[in-house]
T-cell receptor, first 115, second 105 residues
């Protein structure tokens, strides 16, 4: 009964390739997020979707494109992968879109390594 | 600028000693602050929220608007508390850089 799941858990690929990471939540939440955690463990918001609509798009290269086919899924597609994209990517979801009681539930993370 | 600062990258304490993980924030509005914890090989999970004024696993955190702080405290550290701790301004999706807590036997 995993609340927020991500696939794959590990992804090793060559520079220049295109890859996707999938995220699904079964909590019935309206909002989903993608975060990037770099090698120094710094966690930074990338995107947020509320009911399939983009509500946050931080300064992220346009090689990164989120896709939300429905409110339970938020996939991350990355084109032309670069060495600097190596990181752990976390998906999260919450009931609303920010606020005092809006706890975010995180997925297990996807460790992307670009060679 | 909105910011969350965790000045310590690593904090090592002995089992049974008190723990204080520091968090300072910069935010012009009314802050909604959370502490998240990431145990080894596990996902981030909510530890506590300032609005709840709760104690989870013996941890407490008080919002001090005068000092713009939300330090996490526990009177007696346990080995199982070893983890990464993130202070977060959830409403603005801003996380601190994290503090790794190591509790030594």
């Amino acid at each position: 009964d995993t609340a927020v799941s991500q696939t794959p858990k590990y992804l090793v690929t060559q520079m220049g390739n295109d890859k996707s990471i999938k995220c699904e939540q079964n909590l019935g939440h309206d909002t989903m997020y993608w975060y990037k955690q770099d090698s120094k463990k710094f966690l930074k918001i990338m995107f947020s979707y509320n009911n399939k609509e983009l509500i946050i798009n931080e300064t992220v290269p346009n090689r990164f494109s989120p896709k939300s086919p429905d409110k339970a899924h938020l996939n991350l597609h990355i084109n032309s992968l670069e060495l600097g994209d190596s990181a752990v990517y976390f998906c999260a979801s919450s009931q609303a879109s920010g606020g005092a009681s809006d706890t975010q539930y995180f997925g297990p993370g996807t460790r992307l390594t670009v060679l | 600028a909105q910011r969350v600062t965790q000045p310590e990258k690593l904090l090592s304490v002995f089992k049974g000693a008190p723990v204080e993980l520091k968090c300072n924030y910069s935010y012009s509005g009314s802050p909604e602050l959370f502490w998240y914890v990431q145990y080894s090989r596990q996902r981030l999970q909510l530890l506590l929220r300032h609005i709840s004024r709760e104690s989870i696993k013996g941890f407490t955190a008080d919002l001090n608007k005068g000092e713009t702080s939300f330090h996490l405290k526990k009177p007696f550290a346990q080995e199982e508390d070893s983890a990464m701790y993130y202070c977060a301004l959830i409403y603005k999706y801003i996380f601190g850089t994290g503090t790794r807590l190591k509790v030594l036997a």
